[in-house]
């Protein structure tokens, strides 16, 4: 099995103000292509408080040749890799634990593929 590196940002983005919020998104996707340098795969992910339904926000990745945003409010998009599966919010039953609930947020799972 070939070793790959992939560099993987998980963030959590202001709610309260979009303005911000898409600040804090492009300084993530800064630190983490400067991080990765040339031809890293990069991983970015978290809770964005922003829903699909707001396009306009997620062209700055669309741009940059990252995968297609998941269907709630968190994310994950891939750059330099094939997106096979999702993303999709997993069912509230994943994240429970003895009876509760450990999120307000449902857990998000994609499957990716890295060229060798």
């Not at 992910?45 to 339904?53: E, Q």
């Not at 945003?69 to 634990?97: C, N, Q, S, W, Y």
């Not at 509760?100 to 449902?106: G, Q």
Request: hydrophobic content about 45%; glycine content about 6%; cysteine-free.
């Amino acid at each position: 099995m070939r070793e790959t590196t992939i560099v993987i940002a998980n963030m959590h983005l202001s709610h309260f103000d979009p303005r911000l919020a898409r600040e804090e998104l492009a300084r993530a996707q800064a630190f983490a292509t400067k991080f990765a340098g040339a031809g890293v795969p990069i991983l970015l992910g978290g809770d964005l408080n922003i829903p699909v339904t707001e396009p306009e926000f997620f062209e700055p990745l669309r741009s940059a040749r990252y995968t297609q945003p998941a269907a709630g409010i968190d994310h994950l998009f891939g750059k330099r890799m094939t997106l096979i599966a999702g993303p999709a919010a997993l069912a509230d039953t994943v994240r429970e634990h003895r009876g509760v609930v450990l999120s307000d947020h449902p857990i998000v799972e994609a499957t990716f593929e890295v060229a060798s």
